[in-house]
């Protein structure tokens, strides 16, 4: 029964009823409101349902328009993704940088799935520049996706081949890395991505975490994610990153740009095409990398803590890059910890592994 006949089909039945039936017919009138309740309760369960299902979760897929996608070059896209039903949960408020998170999503052909790190960025429609979501805003549930397809590739040649308006699944969220929580810590503020003052220090609770990050071509996007998200890191980054070209970052590079100009992060590009010689690139990150610093744990704010104590080492990108500084992942296990960061002091207490 659909949900507007029911208050219609319940009122004429009373009214029959009251209006002086046969004894008999006065009998069925429980049985019409027992059957009727139970009716409201299913569709309301229905719906309720239904609503469920529309939010993004790990246990099933929702289906998600291509808003927005754009070539940065012959291999490396951006993809913007908008949810079909409006998202009630605010994934950026929800994981803030305390967690590294991604989504999947569905090949239906060959039934295969593929993770993505979603960005807190939509595409304005009348500029067709990218922005980032201010705090508390989700716009319904969009996000931006930081894509490479590879020549023989199931999944990203696919989605670069789909047209906008396309409806994919999408699954998640699925947390990839989880950094230390302080409870009641101020949220740090992403007042420079909407202007360009520069501000005083900000103030915390507890003393913020400095940590490295090396990354290598779309593995960039795990550390935009933290760096952009709601409540962003609130110690310093520094981060390298590999690619053939700091072109391939298309309209991301002035988020990193600016990063680094308000001291959040401390960027070092290494490009293939500057330097194609490999043992020379993995040189200059050793020259960058820094030692480990101890992690204390919660100890209260001070103004101007000076210089950069990086506490853990967080590396992603393709398997080849991850072993050069890290050591291999073995059969999808961190596996133990060698390469350069071995060699600079790091161990598994302090470096992350990222796929
Ligand atoms: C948590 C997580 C987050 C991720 N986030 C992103 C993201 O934001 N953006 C993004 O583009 N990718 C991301 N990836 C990688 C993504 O999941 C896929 O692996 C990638 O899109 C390739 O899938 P494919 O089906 O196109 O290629 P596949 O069919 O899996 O691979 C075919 C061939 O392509 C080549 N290839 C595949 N992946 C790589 C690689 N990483 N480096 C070098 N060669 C490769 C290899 O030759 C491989 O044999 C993420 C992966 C994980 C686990």
Redesign the pocket.
């Known amino acids: 029964m659909r949900p507007l006949l029911f208050p219609f089909v319940v009122r004429g039945n009373l009214r029959r009823y009251f209006n002086g039936t046969s004894p008999q017919r006065r009998k069925i009138w429980p049985f019409w409101l027992v059957a009727g309740s139970a009716v409201a309760v299913s569709v309301s369960y229905y719906l309720r349902e239904r609503q469920t299902n529309c939010e993004l979760s790990p246990e099933h897929f929702t289906p998600y328009r291509i808003s927005y996608k754009k070539n940065v070059d012959s291999t490396?896209f951006l993809m913007e993704l908008t949810p079909l039903q409006e998202q009630r949960i605010n994934m950026w408020a929800k994981m803030r940088s305390d967690h590294?998170w991604?989504i999947?999503i569905k090949?239906p052909d060959v039934m295969?799935v593929?993770?993505?790190?979603?960005?807190p960025l939509h595409v304005e429609k009348e500029s067709g520049q990218l922005k980032l979501l201010p705090d508390g805003e989700n716009a319904g549930g969009v996000f931006l996706?930081?894509?490479?397809?590879?020549?023989?590739?199931?999944?990203?040649?696919?989605?670069n081949g789909l047209p906008e308006g396309h409806v994919i699944e999408v699954s998640g969220p699925?947390v990839?890395y989880e950094l230390p929580v302080y409870e009641e810590e101020a949220s740090r503020n992403r007042d420079l991505f909407f202007d360009d003052k520069i501000r005083p220090e900000e103030k915390f609770k507890y003393k913020p975490i400095d940590i490295a990050m090396f990354t290598?071509?779309?593995?960039i996007?795990?550390a935009l994610q933290i760096l952009l998200t709601e409540s962003p890191l609130r110690g310093k980054m520094l981060l390298c990153y590999s690619c053939g070209t700091i072109e391939e970052l298309g309209p991301l590079k002035p988020f990193l740009n600016q990063l680094e100009k308000h001291g959040r992060i401390d960027l070092h590009v290494f490009e293939s095409s500057k330097q194609p010689n490999r043992s020379k690139r993995l040189k200059e990150i050793w020259e960058v990398m820094p030692t480990p610093s101890k992690y204390s744990g919660l100890v209260p704010f001070q103004n101007s803590p000076g210089g950069f104590h990086p506490v853990l080492s967080l590396v992603?990108?393709?398997?080849?890059?991850i072993s050069s500084l890290a050591g291999p992942k073995i059969n999808l296990t961190q596996g133990p910890i060698d390469g350069l960061l071995k060699h600079k002091g790091w161990s598994r207490e302090n470096v992350y592994k990222?796929?």
């Open positions: 490396h590294l991604s999947e090949q295969v593929r993770s993505y790190t979603p960005l996706l930081y894509l490479k397809k590879y020549g023989n590739g199931e999944v990203a040649r696919w989605l699925f990839e290598a071509g779309t593995g996007a795990s992603c990108g393709p398997e080849r890059y990222l796929s």
